[in-house]
T-cell receptor
Framework: DVKVTQSSRYLVKRTGEKVFLECVQD?????MFWYRQDPGLGLRLIYF???????EKGDIPEGYSVSREKKERFSLILESASTNQTSMYLC????????????FGDGTRLSIL | AQKITQTQPGMFVQEKEAVTLDCTYD???????LFWYKQPSSGEMIFLIY??????QNATEGRYSLNFQKARKSANLVISASQLGDSAMYFC??????????????FGQGTRLTINP
């Protein structure tokens, strides 16, 4: 079974802090994704990476950056956390291929105070 | 641009009844794919079923089936013989643009399904 592990289930940070969310997958997947989930809006793509050191902006990249130095690890960085970044963050990975599903981690519920 | 619409914010169903969760989509691409995911209260997203636009038959996976009506641009999820463990949030998603084989998913707003004993 594919295992996607997010470093924290719950995280509380303060406004202005630099926040790191970590995601690790154990299936050698090339593609990795970061989404945020808000009630009534579904999931929205922040950034994705199709290979090591490669990254592409998603629909809502403002205020975020990412890092992928190793194939198994994809980090989401909030450069200067703000209260409107309070949300559920979900990481996913997959193999290339149009009909291949994305496999998700358990999510990190982030609160910015 | 792709768009997914799920018009049912919440549904309540008696155990053992069949359930249909609605999903309509909009795209100008001739080739596309539709995914359904389940999200229990614990938070993880579980892949349920996939339908490609060129697939000749409706997808099925155990108690899950997809009622795919291409002309109406709908891809409804059908759950047969519902169980208490089916209570969860359900998301319909469409395959979006592809870069280097990595496809973006466009999600609907979700439907919260509650199964009553």
């Amino acid at each position: 079974d594919v295992k996607v592990t997010q470093s924290s289930r719950y995280l509380v940070k303060r406004t202005g802090e630099k926040v790191f969310l970590e995601c690790v997958q154990d299936m050698d997947h090339e593609n990795m994704f970061w989404y945020r989930q808000d009630p009534g809006l579904g999931l929205r793509l922040i950034y994705f990476s199709y290979d090591v050191k490669m990254k592409e902006k998603g629909d809502i990249p403002e205020g975020y950056s990412v890092s992928r130095e190793k194939k198994e690890r994809f980090s989401l960085i909030l450069e200067s956390a703000s209260t409107n970044q309070t949300s559920m963050y979900l990481c996913a990975s997959k193999v290339p291929g149009a009909n291949q599903p994305q496999h998700f981690g358990d999510g990190t519920r982030l609160s910015i105070l | 641009a792709q768009k997914i619409t799920q018009t049912q914010p919440g549904m309540f169903v008696q155990e053992k009844e069949a359930v249909t969760l609605d999903c309509t989509y909009d795209t100008s691409d001739p080739s596309y794919g539709l995914f359904w995911y389940k999200q229990p209260s614990s938070g993880e997203m579980i892949f349920l079923i996939y339908q490609g636009s060129y697939d000749q038959q409706n997808a099925t996976e155990g108690r899950y089936s997809l009622n795919f009506q291409k002309a109406r641009k709908s891809a409804n999820l059908v759950i047969s013989a519902s169980q208490l463990g089916d209570s969860a949030m359900y998301f319909c998603a469409m395959r979006g643009f592809i870069i280097q084989g990595a496809q973006k998913l466009v999600f609907g707003q979700g439907t919260r399904l509650t199964i009553n004993p």
